[in-house]
């Protein structure tokens, strides 16, 4: 094989290959099956079940601020 012939055969085998992936694609696209569509993979679920930061409660410090005694640290 020259330099022409070799370059033509990886032009072909290219084009063929790529075609060979799209088909491939299209038909493993159709032939999976989809599931139920209320089944939620198990990352969504984690997700759904995160607590807000924000939620939590914030409990009272045991330290007064400058200037408060702790017994006039009232609670939050």
């Known amino acids: 094989m020259g330099v022409r012939r070799t370059t033509d055969f990886l032009e072909k085998s290219t084009w063929t290959m790529a075609a060979g992936l799209m088909v491939l694609s299209i038909v493993g696209s159709i032939l999976v099956s989809r599931g139920d569509k209320e089944q ?21 410090s045991t330290t007064p601020e400058q200037g408060e005694s702790a017994e006039e640290v009232p609670p939050q």
């Open 40 to 60: 939620r993979s198990i990352i969504e679920d984690q997700i759904q079940q995160v607590i807000d930061p924000n939620a939590i409660p914030t409990f009272p």
